[in-house]
């Protein structure tokens, strides 16, 4: 999401082709938040300004995304991967296991994890 809303080069422009070429969006509860602690890094290392920011924020709220709180059944899940994956990253993966949904990411060594967890996961880096 980062790399769509933010980043200029190739890799942002694969990200924003991806995003807009399925429109059925699921993700954990908690991705907003991480979205937002990037933008705020972002500002605080001065590649980013408050009113490119501002325009990032708005854009994220406006992004139809279905958002999964935890349940039982994803807390599970995301517990049985804590050998090889974080948490959040974990909750990315199960969702995309329990919705038989891919995974879109900038993150090679996530992608990695997901793979050697769930071996049949659809995982597609940028």
């Given amino acids: 999401m980062v790399a769509a809303l933010i980043d200029s080069s190739a890799r942002g422009e694969l990200a924003r082709e991806a995003m ?3 429109v059925a969006w699921i993700a954990p509860a908690h991705m907003p938040l991480e979205v937002l602690r990037t933008i705020r890094r972002h500002i605080v290392t001065g590649s980013l300004t408050e009113d490119q920011a501002a325009l990032v924020v708005y854009t994220l709220r406006s992004v139809e995304i279905t958002y999964v709180g935890m349940s039982d059944d994803l807390l599970a899940a995301v517990w049985s991967m804590r050998h090889n994956i974080s948490a959040y990253d ?7 296991v329990i919705h ?3 995974i879109l990411t900038a993150d090679v060594r996530m992608a990695k ?5 769930i071996g049949d996961v659809d995982v597609r880096t940028f």
């Fill in 113 to 117: 994890a997901a793979q050697q967890t």
């Fill in 90 to 96: 974990a909750a990315y993966v199960a969702l995309a």
């Fill in 20 to 22: 807009t070429t399925d």
């Fill in 100 to 102: 038989s949904a891919a």
